[in-house]
């Protein structure tokens, strides 16, 4: 079984909304993701993804989490795949471009 992750119903920070990215609004064959994007030189977009209860129950199982990238050929751009709990301070030490936007408001 096949059971797709969805991107989350709401914000990536609550509070932040406003400096939200919509990628794919438009293109009705992708689903719109919300983002946040750096203004730091790696340009890093961070995403947030909402596993339903039985995705999480699967997860806590021993499940594994896939990720599939469309390349179109071109080469493989560096991910992070994670999962966050804290406080968003500690994101600082991941992605310093997209925690200072987010706590200058």
Known sequence: M???LRPKDGPVIEGSEH???VYAKDQPQYL???TLVG???ERRVLS???PTPEQR???AEGADIYLQLMTFGDPL???L???KEGPWEDWQKISVGIAAEISNG
Do not use: C, G, M, T
């Open 2 to 4: 096949i059971s797709y």
């Open 77 to 79: 751009q560096p991910i």
């Open 19 to 21: 400096k939200e990215v």
């Open 39 to 41: 203004n730091d030189r």
């Open 57 to 59: 129950k699967a997860i």
């Open 48 to 50: 947030r993804w909402s």
């Open 32 to 34: 719109p993701l919300r």
């Open 81 to 83: 795949v994670f999962i």
